[in-house]
C-alpha cells in the first residue's frame, strides 16, 4: 500500500469515526434534549433524528467536506442566527379574538373579507384578502389580520403573524413616548387627546392578551380621568364611549359606571349616555337599574339608532 493510500484510507476512518460520534450525539443526546425543552413550553424548531441519520449518510458519501459543512453551518446557527423571531405578542387563541372588522368595500368589491375566505378554506382568496389589508391601513384591521393566525396555509399565517409582532410593538413604543410626555407636560391636554383616541382604535379591536389588554385600558382610563380633571369639555362623546366600553369589556364594572354617569351629567341628551350605561347594566345583569334607564330614554326626545331601536322593541 502507497503512502497516499494509506493517508486516504486513513481520512476515511476518521470521517466515519467522526461520522458515528456526530449521529450517537445527535440520537442520544441532543434530541432528547431538545424535547425535554420544548415540553416545558419554550417552543422553537430542532431537529428529530430522521435529521441526524440523513446527515450521517452524507458525511459517508462526502468525505471531510460533509462534516466541515454540517460543522460550519452550526457555527453559524450559534452565532449569527441564534435568535429567532419573537412571536410572544402574538395571540393564536380563537377566544381571544372575537372581534371582527368588516371588509373595506373601499378596497375592491371583488375581494372577500378574511373571516370568509376562512370558513371556506380558500388560500388564494385569503392571501388576496391578506395582502389587501397589508397595504391598505393596517391599524383599523388587526382584528381581521389576527383571525388569519388561525389559518392553515403557513404563507398567510407569517403575514398575520409578522404584521401583528410589528403593530404592537410599535403601538407599546408609541403609548410609552406619549404617556412619559404627558407627565412631563401636564397641563398640556392635545398629547392626553391624541393618546385617548390612539388607544382606543387598537384596544376595541382586542388583539392583545387579557392581562396586557386590562393594563393599557386602566392606563387609558388614567389619561381620560386626567383630562376631565384639566378641562372635561376636552373629552368628546367618542371618547366617554370609548373609556366606558373599554373599562366594561376589561370588567371594571365599578370605573365603567362612574364614567357613564359623567358623561349622562355633561351630555345629558347625547345618545351614548344611555347606550353605555344599558349597556353595563345589562352586562352586570342589573335589572332595575336597566329598565330604568331604558325607561327614561324613551321619555326624552334623543334621536337614537337602529341598534337602539331594535333593543327597545326587544325590551319593551
Request: net charge negative.
Amino acid at each position: 500500500m502507497t503512502r497516499d493510500e494509506s493517508i486516504f484510507l486513513g481520512i476515511l476512518v476518521v470521517n466515519l469515526v467522526l461520522a458515528v460520534i456526530y449521529l450517537l450525539y445527535g440520537i442520544l443526546f441532543a434530541v432528547p434534549v431538545q424535547s425535554r425543552v420544548s415540553k416545558k413550553g419554550k417552543e422553537g424548531l430542532h431537529d428529530g433524528r430522521g435529521a441526524y441519520l440523513i446527515r450521517f449518510f452524507v458525511m459517508l458519501l462526502c468525505p471531510v467536506v460533509g462534516f466541515v459543512f454540517f460543522l460550519v453551518a452550526q457555527l453559524l446557527y450559534q452565532t449569527v442566527f441564534r435568535f429567532g423571531v419573537n412571536l410572544d405578542d402574538v395571540i393564536f387563541s380563537k377566544e381571544r379574538v372575537d372581534t371582527q372588522v368588516k371588509a373595506d368595500e373601499e378596497q375592491g368589491r371583488n375581494i372577500i373579507p378574511i373571516e370568509e375566505a376562512l370558513a371556506v378554506n380558500d388560500n388564494k382568496s385569503l392571501r388576496t384578502a391578506m395582502l389587501s389589508i397589508i397595504r391598505g391601513e393596517v391599524d383599523s384591521s388587526l382584528s381581521s389580520i389576527a383571525t388569519a393566525l388561525n389559518s392553515g396555509d403557513s404563507e398567510t399565517a407569517h403575514y398575520a403573524a409578522s404584521v401583528l409582532s410589528d403593530k404592537l410593538n410599535e403601538f407599546r413604543m408609541n403609548v410609552r413616548k406619549m404617556y412619559a410626555e404627558i407627565h412631563e407636560n401636564p397641563e398640556q391636554t392635545e398629547c392626553a387627546e391624541k393618546l385617548i383616541d390612539y388607544m382606543d382604535s387598537i384596544l376595541k379591536q382586542r388583539i392583545f392578551t387579557k392581562l396586557e389588554q386590562n393594563g393599557y385600558v386602566k392606563m387609558m382610563a388614567e389619561v381620560a380621568d386626567m383630562l376631565y380633571q384639566k378641562d372635561a369639555s376636552r373629552l368628546t362623546l367618542d371618547r366617554y364611549e370609548g373609556v366606558c366600553l373599554r373599562l366594561m369589556e376589561a370588567g371594571e364594572y365599578g370605573d365603567s359606571e362612574k364614567w357613564c354617569l359623567r358623561v349622562a351629567e355633561k351630555h345629558p341628551e347625547a345618545l351614548c349616555a344611555y347606550t353605555c350605561r344599558l349597556k353595563l347594566y345589562f352586562t352586570q345583569k342589573n335589572r332595575e337599574a336597566f329598565f330604568q334607564t331604558l325607561d327614561n330614554l324613551k321619555k326624552t326626545e334623543v334621536v337614537i339608532d337602529n341598534e337602539t331601536l331594535e333593543m327597545i322593541r326587544i325590551f319593551s
